[in-house]
């Protein structure tokens, strides 16, 4: 495992325009509210104050962008959670259109990480925005988050589970890593994942 990387606060946004013009390759994460977004990315970095975590709904408001200095430069986009939040109706339809311009208008974007506590069954906000990305053809990983919290048989049931049902309206099962940052699951996979799209990033700036 790969130790602390080098991480630099970009900036926080409220508007994709505003956003710093696109350069390196960007990986963003999102996924329910309070399904462990900020702690993947604590864990994945190697430092628990990149992302600031919350027991609250809502935390991350903004598209929040990290640029990670290792054996390549690449971009950490830490965007607003979907779904419940304890907001208002009006701030929860700001940040989903917050979401949907990043996504559909980012050019650097070249992953989404799409961020399922694998404890729960398919819900239908996930079910959705998988369908969205898909649409649009936008590229995507599920992770798979607090996999501590099931033993390794009845976890496997879980990822067989939610592949049946994904596989009811896809052809192939997207690409996946099952992850947990208290049981230290996932975080070589994920940077692994990253390093190998960040050589077709290269290929096609050449």
Not at 40 to 49: D, M
Not at 113 to 135: C, K, S, V, W, Y
Not at 164 to 178: F, G, H, R, S, T
Request: charged share 20%; net charge neutral; aromatic share 10%.
């Amino acid at each position: 495992m790969e130790g602390i990387l080098q991480v630099e606060y970009i900036g926080s946004y409220s508007d994709v325009a505003k956003c710093p013009s696109p350069g390196l390759p960007e990986y963003c994460f999102i996924g329910r509210s309070n399904v462990g977004k900020s702690s993947v990315i604590n864990y994945i970095t190697g430092n628990k104050e990149i992302a600031r975590t919350s027991k609250k709904p809502g935390k991350t408001q903004s598209i929040n962008l990290f640029k990670v200095r290792e054996t390549s430069e690449w971009i950490i986009a830490d965007l607003p959670g979907y779904g419940f939040a304890q907001v208002s109706k009006s701030m929860r339809e700001k940040w989903s259109n917050l979401i949907d311009r990043y996504i559909l208008q980012r050019e650097s974007l070249m992953c989404t990480f799409l961020l399922i506590d694998i404890r729960h069954p398919q819900q239908e906000n996930d079910r959705l925005f998988m369908n969205q990305l898909g649409a649009h053809q936008i590229p995507f990983c599920i992770l798979f988050t607090k996999a501590d919290h099931l033993k390794p048989g009845p976890l496997t049931k879980a990822v067989e589970a939610y592949r049946n049902e994904i596989l009811k309206e896809w052809e192939a099962m997207p690409p996946y890593i099952v992850t947990s940052s208290v049981g230290h699951i996932g975080r070589d996979e994920i940077l692994q994942f990253i390093h190998e799209t960040n050589r077709i990033f290269t290929q096609q700036g050449q």
